[in-house]
């Protein structure tokens, strides 16, 4: 009876509620003042530290100059006084590692005296390097585990923070996290490693039309979307408490079907979470902008403005897990599995992505006469033919056992990587191959027909939201990233792919440039040939539709469509030969992450494994063999009274035996794919997850999913999609 119990406890966190529940706190500070509050910002450094460490810090910030071991040790005592004016007792080095989550130590601030007393002490020493163990974290085998030493290293360019909790305070300092031997341990290394590199490539053309830039950076705002449910049900859902998605769940009556719930209106429990997220994250400096109901019931998503890709980086990780502990001060649970449940849409994390420079240009905003804009086109051109060259790692970038179940499916785009350009951009590309381009479409207006609405100015295009590559203005959106993972990842691939284009470009000018042949001509030639090499990428058609499927194979692009077909590519000579000449990632790195994530994917499966079968064995049988009895008791009863059984009553209960049996059947067979040993290495046992085990594992589910439709509700066990997804 626990469904029930717990059903039960679910409507009355819902029903009462208004009454009883939390509320959203209120406060007479402004946005204004709140935002930031708890971030060692630029105005908190200019105001404590002196004139000369703080040029320091800012030449740190734009040029990536190194800091001197002497200012680190001033920026150290002003943040330590800072953050202990804000109740902060205990600092940390607060790092990414392979983990795919965040990763702290916390160190107290008091040091004792000979006296007896204490003092707080942290100086430059502190600030600069931490020492957690590494053996525990994954290293792919960079790291054997008796070798425990690690370092993390403070990133200035990543502002330090004020993690307020009821029962104390930390200052958190965010760091890069790396082995003894120097290797990168976590994912913001390669990724400060991909900004600078892609700068320095960007610089090399930005200098050719004369720009005066130090800096290239790029930024991102990725919408982040997620489930919230009720915590009544998901305690008594072992399947999402262990594996973050439910393993069984029939389809409800009503799903998505009637198209409803996306943005609709916010139900009251839900938008009172959500305004006290946002509190939260505006004090830590999170610029959020948009919340909104997302496409299926119980989804909802938020998004943020653009910032430097590295800092836009830190913000997400900071947007989870804020997510997450404030949900649970309202009675909810934040879900941020890919698929959490089967049959309605499951999460992406839409990654926006562009290139500026520390002047201010947004270098993918086309202007108003884009066919004129040779720099805006050179950098569009190198996105394309860095795209088209390494379509295969923008896949890896998304590849992990949640994302397999949202990719292909029409809710997200096809494991195939395209780009959408929209009509004025792909009319310019088709004029530049067929020989220059002349003309760029206007918008125009768009006339809706009422008198009292005003004409709206319409764009050269419509948006693609098949597309998983999609120019959206002045910038390009990744739509494959799954809902769970860093962003890191992603923009460690087009940083690097971009910077090899850039550099090929640059390269090419520049030597034209010094054998004095015009530029402007040398730049169409470059981009003509540039567009015909890679123009198979371009399509702005429907990327669910099989047709284009079966023109992508004719064209050639790649179409890995689960992590296992994908990976390998990560440590192909290509990706080798790529990431190793621009220093990214070293080769045993790149073998550490294959590794990693191979590892991930087969303890991924493993765990759903050991679930589905926990689950079907210990709650679904039981339930449904009681249910058994009760029918079987039935009809023995009125045999036993001489009335003739009806039909309908016998073909149920035989109906109820062969779904039992169905289930038990699965079962066997799941276990039996377990303990099949697969030989070789890691990517043998991967497959073998893939090949065997899953789909002995959806047969189980398939058969139990079956008789949740037959068992009589009241001994149902697990919470159903119905609750779960309209009960809010």
Same mark, same amino acid.
């Given at each position: 009876m626990e469904h029930a119990r717990a059903r039960q406890a679910a409507i009355e966190s819902v029903t009462n509620w !208004?009454?009883? #529940?939390?509320?959203? !706190?209120?406060? +007479? +500070? +402004? &946005?204004?003042q709140l935002f930031g509050s708890n971030v060692f910002s630029d105005d908190q450094m200019r105001a404590r530290l002196p004139e000369n460490v703080y040029k320091a810090i800012r030449e740190t910030l734009r040029k990536g100059v190194a800091l001197d071991a002497s200012v680190a040790d001033v920026v150290a005592a002003a943040m330590k006084d800072w953050a202990i004016e804000r109740g902060a007792t205990h600092y940390t080095h607060w790092f990414q590692p392979m983990t795919g989550l965040t990763a702290e130590k916390h160190d107290s601030f008091l040091t004792p005296t000979e006296g007896g007393g204490a003092i707080a002490e942290f100086g430059g020493k502190e600030l600069i390097r931490g020492e957690p163990d590494a053996?525990? /974290?994954p290293s792919g085998g960079i790291r054997a585990t008796f070798e425990a030493r690690g370092y993390t290293a403070w990133d200035p360019t990543s502002p330090a923070f004020i993690l307020e909790n009821p029962n104390g305070t930390t200052l958190c300092i965010p760091t890069a996290f790396c082995s003894w031997t120097g290797e990168a341990l976590d994912k913001k290394t390669p990724l400060l490693r991909s900004v600078e590199v892609l700068s320095k490539?960007?610089?090399? &053309? %930005?200098r050719l039309f004369g720009s005066h830039a130090s800096t290239v950076f790029t930024t991102a705002g990725p919408e982040q979307e997620y489930f919230l449910i009720d915590k009544n049900f998901y305690y008594n859902?072992?399947? %999402?408490?262990?594996?973050?998605?439910? %393993? /069984?769940?029939?389809?409800? !009556?009503?799903?998505?079907e009637m198209e409803d719930h996306y943005f609709g209106a916010i139900p009251e429990r839900v938008l009172a979470c959500m305004l006290e997220t946002e509190t939260e994250l505006y004090k830590l400096g999170v610029p959020v902008k948009t919340r909104h109901n997302e496409v299926s019931p119980a989804q909802y998503e938020i998004a943020p403005i653009f910032e430097n890709a590295n800092v836009a980086t830190d913000h997400n990780m900071l947007v989870m897990e804020t997510m997450k502990r404030v949900a649970d001060r309202y009675g909810l649970q934040l879900l941020l599995h890919e698929k959490p449940f089967a049959g309605v849409n499951g999460s992406g994390k839409h990654l926006n992505w562009s290139m500026s420079d520390d002047l201010g240009n947004n270098l993918l905003k086309p202007g108003d006469t884009p066919h004129q804009n040779a720099q805006f086109l050179i950098f569009l051109v190198a996105v394309i033919k860095a795209v088209h060259k390494h379509a295969d790692l923008l896949r890896v970038a998304v590849a992990h056992a949640g994302n397999d179940h949202r990719l292909g499916a029409n809710e997200a785009p096809p494991a195939i990587i395209s780009i959408f350009l929209g009509d004025m951009l792909q009319d310019i590309v088709d004029q530049i191959e067929a020989g220059g381009a002349k003309s760029a479409k206007a918008g125009g207006e768009m006339k809706i027909g009422v008198t009292v609405l005003p004409t709206l100015p319409r764009d050269a295009g419509d948006r693609n939201r098949t597309s998983p590559f999609a120019f959206t203005g002045n910038k390009f959106e990744f739509r494959a990233c799954g809902s769970a993972q860093s962003i890191a990842g992603p923009i460690v691939v087009l940083n690097t792919i971009v910077a090899e284009a850039l550099d090929e470009f640059a390269t090419t000018l520049e030597k034209a440039v010094a054998e004095k042949k015009d530029l402007n001509a040398e730049i169409q030639k470059l981009l003509q040939a540039a567009i015909k090499d890679s123009k198979a990428v371009l /399509?702005? #058609?429907?990327?669910?539709?099989e047709a284009w499927h079966q023109e992508a194979e004719k064209r050639g692009l790649p179409n890995r469509k689960s992590t296992i077909d994908s990976l390998p590519d990560l440590v192909s000579p290509k990706s080798i030969g790529l990431f190793t000449k621009y220093g990214v990632l070293s080769e045993r790195e790149l073998h550490s992450r294959y590794e990693i994530f191979l590892e991930g994917y087969h303890k991924t499966i493993n765990i759903e494994t050991q679930l589905t079968l926990q689950i079907a064995q210990r709650q679904i049988l039981p339930a449904a063999l009681r249910y058994q009895a009760e029918v079987a #008791?039935? &009809?023995?009863? %009125?045999?036993?009274?001489g009335i003739t059984v009806p039909k309908g009553q016998?073909?149920?209960?035989?109906?109820?035996?062969? #779904? &039992?049996d169905e289930l038990q059947s699965a079962v066997d067979k799941l276990s039996d794919a377990i303990e099949e040993t697969s030989a070789g290495g890691s990517l043998e046992h991967a497959k073998?997850?893939?090949?065997v085990v899953i789909p002995a594992m959806n047969a189980v589910r398939a058969a139990g999913d079956k008789l949740e439709t037959i068992v009589a509700d009241d001994l149902w066990p697990l919470p159903t999609y119905q609750e779960m997804l309209f009960i809010k």
């Open positions: !208004p009454a009883t #529940g939390r509320r959203a !706190p209120k406060t +007479t +500070t +402004t &946005i204004r053996s525990s /974290f490539q960007a610089l090399r &053309i %930005l859902r072992p399947d %999402l408490m262990n594996a973050g998605r439910t %393993l /069984f769940g029939a389809k409800p !009556p009503k799903g998505q /399509f702005n #058609g429907d990327n669910y539709s #008791g039935s &009809i023995a009863n %009125l045999k036993n009274s016998s073909a149920h209960l035989s109906e109820l035996v062969a #779904g &039992i073998h997850s893939r090949d």
